[in-house]
């Protein structure tokens, strides 16, 4: 009814081609424009990941979980800006932004999570997460980028003559690392479900239910890309497994 587990671990990431061969120009609405410029050598972003958790079956229908963790980054590659430059080309200065090895940095956060049964016909599992993220050296961060927290709490319902009614309430903090600064929000989803067969199952799902639209991450500043939000969504399912 008990285990516990600990882990240590190592990844590398290799330079894209975009890192080490693609020249970019970026065009703002006016000078100076920006030039991301490749760097053939960059050396391997490196990871070290530690992890300890704990699980608990408390009861027949009650168990839960923690785990912590604490990743730490290092020769991380990110643009670094130079001197800029008159580029005859375009009549107009340019800011140099060379790939570089220029950042390290740390993350570290616990995820806790429960599974409860109240009855035969009803579960519920609920989960919070939180992380930080420290970066050091260089270059353009992506602090504020994750959310801190995060909650995920699901109800699933079995109503009775082969019908099964979820919903589903999840919670994402603000990202103020982005430009303009991802909003924190709540939103729900549902699902109903009706399954004559062990084979077939028809379902109705709605999703994002409590707003028209809203924003769950963000843009780049540098690329001018439109911000793009999720919608609320009512959409038919039929499965057949076999």
Same mark, same amino acid.
């Given at each position: 009814?008990?285990?516990?587990?600990?882990?240590?671990?190592?990844?590398?990431?290799t330079p894209a081609i975009l890192d080490d061969n693609i020249e970019v120009g970026l065009l703002s609405s006016a000078p100076p424009f920006l030039r991301l410029l490749p760097n053939t050598? &960059?050396?391997?972003?490196?990871?070290?990941?530690?992890?300890?958790?704990?699980?608990?079956?408390?009861?027949?229908?009650? +168990? /839960?979980?923690?785990?912590t963790f604490f990743n730490d980054y290092s020769k991380l590659?990110?643009?670094?800006?130079?001197a800029p430059f008159l580029d005859?080309?375009?009549g107009a200065m340019v800011v140099p932004l060379t790939r570089q090895n220029a950042q390290s940095g740390e993350s570290y956060g616990f995820e806790l999570a429960a599974n409860w049964q109240p009855s035969e016909t009803w579960k519920l599992y609920g989960q919070y997460s939180?992380?930080?993220?420290? &970066?050091?050296?260089?270059?353009?961060?992506?602090?504020g980028q994750t959310p801190h927290s995060q909650f995920?709490?699901?109800? +699933? /319902?079995d109503i009775g003559c082969d019908w099964q009614f979820d919903l589903i309430g999840r919670y994402a903090d603000q990202l103020p690392g982005f430009t303009p600064a991802i909003e924190s929000y709540f939103e729900m989803d549902a699902r109903l479900a009706w399954r004559p067969s062990k084979s077939l199952e028809v379902a109705v799902v709605?999703?994002?239910?409590l707003d028209s639209h809203h924003a769950e991450n963000g843009t780049s500043?540098?690329?001018r890309s439109p911000l793009v939000e999720i919608q609320r969504s009512v959409y038919g399912q039929v499965s057949y497994r076999w």
């Open positions: 009814r008990q285990s516990a587990w600990a882990s240590v671990s190592r990844a590398v990431r050598g &960059l050396d391997n972003e490196s990871l070290i990941a530690y992890e300890i958790g704990y699980r608990e079956q408390t009861t027949d229908t009650f +168990s /839960w979980d923690f785990a590659i990110t643009p670094v800006a130079g005859p080309r375009f939180f992380v930080q993220i420290q &970066l050091h050296g260089g270059g353009q961060g992506s602090e995920y709490l699901q109800s +699933s /319902w709605g999703q994002n239910l500043a540098l690329l």
